[in-house]
């Protein structure tokens, strides 16, 4: 399993390929690979949505998916 941090400067939930994941600021769990992160609720944010390769990553050193408020 690969680990992903998700950040916007508010808490919101998390979709991760269409599906809840979880909330920004947490240490999340995906398989290796592509995927795509989206942020729920208004649409306040950019950009819309990243679509990472997730790889090499640990508890200790996630990979950083950011989102900034527009």
């Given at each position: 399993m690969e680990h992903v941090i998700v950040?916007?400067?508010e808490r919101r939930e998390i979709v991760i390929d269409g599906e809840t994941s979880g909330y920004t600021g947490n240490?999340?769990?995906?398989?290796k690979g592509t995927h795509r992160?989206?942020?729920?609720?208004p649409q306040n944010y950019k950009?819309?949505?990243r679509q990472p390769?997730?790889?090499?990553?640990?508890?200790a050193?996630?990979?950083?998916?950011?989102?900034e408020k527009v």
């Open positions: 950040t916007y400067p240490v999340l769990m995906v398989e992160f989206q942020l729920s609720g950009p819309k949505w390769v997730v790889k090499d990553t640990t508890p050193s996630p990979m950083e998916v950011i989102f």
